[in-house]
Nanobody, 127 residues
Framework: VQLQASGGGLVEAGGSLRLSCTAS????????MGWFRQAPGKEREFVAY????????SYVDSVKGRFTISKDNAKKAVYLQMNSLKPEDTAVYYC?????????????????????WGQGTQVTVSS
């Protein structure tokens, strides 16, 4: 499975960006996809996930009400709509796929639940 993330950039505080992640290869066993982010000097942090079947979602508290994760099954794509961006949202954003053994929902906030990762896309929010 290959994941290609795009959509990052430089935006002023209060602005919006939409990240996209497209999956290719052996994707038929994909159970969930997630977005994580990593700021300089910090550990990779869970942002949001979506279950491929059923569409259950979850978000880290700091982005609730501002970010929305969605998917397009036909395009094998997952999106992260980010509104009301803050400087503290600045990070490299990674998409990830849970493939094969299905992880339970509570584990999907952990990097270890995911088998494949995209290359990351930089999001910079200026104050």
């Amino acid at each position: 499975v290959q994941l290609q993330a795009s959509g990052g950039g430089l935006v002023e505080a209060g602005g919006s960006l939409r990240l996209s992640c497209t999956a290719s290869g052996r994707t038929f066993n994909t159970h969930s996809m997630g977005w994580f982010r990593q700021a300089p000097g910090k550990e990779r942090e869970f942002v949001a996930y979506i279950r491929w079947s059923g569409g259950s979602t979850s978000y880290v508290d700091s982005v609730k009400g501002r970010f929305t994760i969605s998917k397009d099954n036909a395009k094998k794509a997952v999106y992260l709509q980010m509104n009301s961006l803050k400087p503290e949202d600045t990070a490299v954003y990674y998409c990830a796929a849970d493939v094969g053994t299905r992880s339970i929902l509570s584990f999907l906030t952990d990097v270890r639940a995911y088998d494949y990762w995209g290359q990351g896309t930089q999001v910079t929010v200026s104050s």
